[in-house]
């Protein structure tokens, strides 16, 4: 039976995909998207006894980065793509 969790092993792979240079961050909260900086790889045992790598965000006050970017929260399905509503005809001066 496959895990519903994401491995390290899995994590590994998908990253190495990435740029090397690049930040890490961490998207939370998709009813509220935002950004955090990761800073710390903490390697625990849960109540089962199951090894787990944690993911850890900053402490400092800038580790909170703002809003997740737009395309970012609609990659993860956290939002649909937004369209802009279409544009009505301006009116004239004279109210026509």
């Known amino acids: 039976m496959m895990s519903p969790?994401?491995?390290?092993?899995?994590?590994?792979?998908?990253l190495s995909r990435c740029d090397r240079e690049a930040p890490v961050r961490q998207a939370m909260n998709p009813f509220f998207p935002t950004a955090h900086r990761l800073t710390q790889v903490v390697q625990s045992v849960d109540a089962?006894?199951?090894t787990v790598v944690y993911l850890a965000e900053g402490r400092d006050e800038n580790a909170q980065l703002g809003h997740l970017p737009p395309e970012v929260a609609v990659?993860?399905?956290?939002?649909?793509?937004?369209?802009?509503p279409?544009?009505?005809?301006?009116r004239t001066a004279g109210g026509k």
């Open 86 to 90: 279409p544009r009505r005809p301006r």
């Open 48 to 50: 089962t006894g199951q």
């Open 5 to 14: 969790e994401m491995t390290v092993g899995s994590l590994i792979d998908l």
């Open 75 to 84: 990659a993860l399905t956290w939002q649909g793509p937004v369209q802009a």
